[in-house]
């Protein structure tokens, strides 16, 4: 029996597009170039090309788009909202299948149950779960898509507090593997599907079509402080954070930001509380450890929301080019010694460090593997193509060196362009052996592109 892919002619693809609701387009169509500059937020243009592109209405399109890349020998790559640094959905040939039309949610406030579809934003979940008294821990940027962040593993709002990681909230998904068929997977039915969807990135051999997340009450009091140091003061100031220990419901978070001529370490702190009085203790928490001087203080105990932390983040983002990377560590003094040195080297003084606190949270059984008490990644961002290169070997530069500190990577801001072949690093091994060997058996034949750019 010959089992070699159906070659694709026009008349095929003019038969595909009429069992969808959505529409597709093949890279000769006129709309082609638009539809492929859309798709992802980053103005650097990618120069990798799928054959088509499908803009799914419902789920049905998602099986239909699957059955056909399948019997034509296409593999498939999957965009939520296209918020990816690398633009890793978009693979030449193959098709792309994107699923941000695909935007439902529905809310069950009295089993604290959201069921949301892919292309929904950490903004529209907020708003949609706030009349019920209810929270997410979505990413911090509003535009982020879901999908790609849960499927990460999540390093979202009041994460320490909320399950360690933002995809420890997810109870069950439904999803369409490469086979077409629709299954519904939690701890007990599909168990390995599930484990997988709980912080195994991309490319794991089945698309994600509805994910059904544990809610949390909504904090009465959000509330933020925030105080400034000299980046020499970087490494002490990890060090003291260290000591300190935040209780979870206090995020910590350290830019380095632009100050006069150099650049300073800003400390922000987030307090997620039922009242201004226990708000203010989360706070104290850290503050009044902090050795005497270390930092000066800016603001203290301010109204703070949802939708204030979308706006902070947002503005972090001031160019139209980017490329980012991380490490997670357990030596943060380390780490910022090589930040100190590389950082008046960047091409571009709107590219920010950013310093998360994540403890040692208890991982359960799932994908996300990745331990360190710190996250460091870097956003490099500028405005003209000519900066490109430099850029790019400056990130380079810089984490190939934090590298030798690194234990461990998250892969949602993982620089996939440049370290596809490292992508291990974001996993424990018995987890990486494991989503491997799991993907070989859920997509024997490379229906699904796989995570690293470059191969099928």
Same mark, same amino acid.
């Given at each position: 029996?010959?089992?070699?892919?159906?070659?694709?002619?026009?008349?095929?693809?003019?038969?595909?597009?009429?069992?969808?609701?959505?529409?597709?387009?093949?890279?000769?169509?006129?709309?082609?170039?638009?539809?492929?500059?859309?798709?992802?937020?980053?103005?650097?243009?990618?120069?990798?090309?799928?054959?088509?592109?499908?803009?799914?209405?419902?789920?049905?399109?998602?099986?239909?788009?699957?059955?056909?890349?399948?019997?034509?020998?296409?593999? *498939?790559?999957?965009?939520?909202?296209?918020?990816?640094?690398?633009?890793?959905?978009?693979?030449?040939?193959?098709?792309?299948?994107?699923?941000?039309?695909?935007?439902?949610?529905?809310?069950?406030?009295?089993?604290?149950?959201?069921?949301?579809?892919?292309?929904?934003?950490?903004?529209?979940?907020?708003?949609?779960?706030?009349?019920?008294?209810?929270?997410?821990?979505?990413?911090?940027?509003?535009?982020?898509?879901?999908?790609?962040?849960?499927?990460?593993?999540?390093?979202?709002?009041?994460?320490?507090?909320?399950?360690?990681?933002?995809?420890?909230?997810?109870?069950?998904?439904?999803?369409?593997?490469?086979?077409?068929?629709?299954?519904?997977?939690?701890?007990?039915?599909?168990?390995?599907?599930?484990?997988?969807?709980?912080?195994?990135?991309?490319?794991?051999?089945? *698309?994600?079509?509805?994910?059904?997340?544990?809610?949390?009450?909504?904090?009465?009091?959000?509330?933020?402080?925030?105080?400034?140091?000299?980046?020499?003061?970087?490494?002490?100031?990890?060090?003291?954070?260290?000591?300190?220990?935040?209780?979870?419901?206090?995020?910590?978070?350290?830019?380095?930001?632009?100050?006069?001529?150099?650049?300073?370490?800003?400390?922000?702190?987030?307090?997620?509380?039922?009242?201004?009085?226990?708000?203010?203790?989360?706070?104290?928490?850290?503050?009044?450890?902090?050795?005497?001087?270390?930092?000066?203080?800016?603001?203290?105990?301010?109204?703070?929301?949802?939708?204030?932390?979308?706006?902070?983040?947002?503005?972090?983002?001031?160019?139209?080019?980017?490329?980012?990377?991380?490490?997670? &560590?357990?030596?943060?003094?380390?780490?910022?010694?090589?930040?100190?040195?590389?950082?008046?080297?960047?091409?571009?003084?709107?590219?920010?460090?950013?310093?998360?606190?994540?403890?040692?949270?208890?991982?359960?059984?799932?994908?996300?593997?990745?331990?360190?008490?710190?996250?460091?990644? &870097?956003?490099?961002?500028?405005?003209?193509?000519?900066?490109?290169?430099?850029?790019?070997?400056?990130?380079?530069?810089?984490?190939?060196?934090?590298?030798?500190?690194?234990?461990?990577?998250?892969?949602?801001?993982?620089?996939?362009?440049?370290?596809?072949?490292?992508?291990?690093?974001?996993?424990?091994?018995?987890?990486?052996?494991?989503?491997?060997?799991?993907?070989?058996?859920?997509?024997?034949?490379?229906?699904?592109?796989?995570?690293?750019?470059?191969?099928?």
């Amino acid at each position: 029996m010959d089992l070699r892919p159906d070659p694709i002619d026009a008349d095929d693809f003019r038969v595909f597009p009429r069992h969808l609701d959505g529409k597709a387009r093949s890279r000769h169509h006129a709309e082609y170039a638009g539809w492929h500059r859309d798709a992802c937020w980053n103005g650097r243009r990618f120069e990798r090309f799928p054959e088509y592109i499908v803009r799914a209405q419902s789920i049905a399109d998602v099986g239909h788009s699957i059955d056909f890349a399948r019997r034509h020998g296409l593999s *498939v790559s999957v965009r939520g909202r296209g918020h990816s640094y690398a633009g890793c959905f978009l693979r030449d040939n193959g098709l792309l299948l994107d699923l941000s039309a695909l935007d439902r949610i529905d809310v069950d406030p009295a089993a604290r149950m959201a069921a949301v579809q892919p292309g929904v934003s950490a903004r529209q979940l907020a708003q949609a779960l706030a009349p019920h008294g209810l929270a997410f821990p979505t990413g911090h940027g509003g535009d982020v898509g879901l999908s790609g962040f849960l499927l990460g593993g999540g390093l979202g709002i009041n994460f320490r507090a909320w399950g360690g990681m933002s995809a420890f909230n997810l109870r069950a998904l439904d999803l369409i593997g490469a086979d077409g068929e629709l299954l519904h997977a939690d701890a007990e039915h599909h168990p390995q599907l599930f484990w997988a969807a709980r912080g195994g990135g991309p490319g794991l051999g089945f *698309v994600a079509v509805k994910f059904y997340l544990d809610c949390q009450p909504l904090p009465a009091c959000i509330t933020g402080s925030s105080a400034h140091t000299g980046l020499d003061r970087l490494g002490a100031l990890l060090q003291a954070v260290e000591r300190a220990d935040p209780p979870p419901a206090l995020q910590v978070m350290i830019a380095v930001v632009p100050h006069g001529d150099g650049l300073q370490a800003a400390l922000s702190t987030l307090a997620f509380a039922d009242t201004a009085q226990q708000a203010q203790a989360l706070h104290a928490a850290l503050f009044s450890r902090l050795p005497a001087g270390l930092v000066e203080p800016l603001a203290r105990d301010q109204p703070s929301s949802f939708e204030a932390i979308y706006r902070q983040s947002e503005a972090m983002l001031v160019s139209r080019r980017y490329r980012c990377d991380n490490v997670l &560590t357990d030596r943060g003094a380390e780490a910022a010694r090589i930040l100190a040195a590389h950082l008046p080297l960047r091409p571009s003084p709107a590219s920010v460090p950013l310093l998360i606190w994540r403890g040692e949270p208890r991982l359960p059984d799932a994908a996300f593997s990745a331990r360190g008490r710190w996250f460091v990644s &870097t956003y490099a961002q500028w405005d003209a193509e000519r900066d490109d290169e430099a850029n790019r070997r400056w990130l380079k530069a810089l984490y190939d060196e934090l590298a030798g500190v690194a234990s461990g990577a998250y892969i949602n801001e993982f620089d996939l362009e440049e370290r596809s072949a490292q992508v291990e690093r974001c996993f424990a091994p018995a987890n990486w052996a494991r989503l491997r060997e799991l993907r070989r058996r859920c997509d024997p034949d490379g229906v699904f592109h796989d995570v690293r750019i470059g191969r099928r």
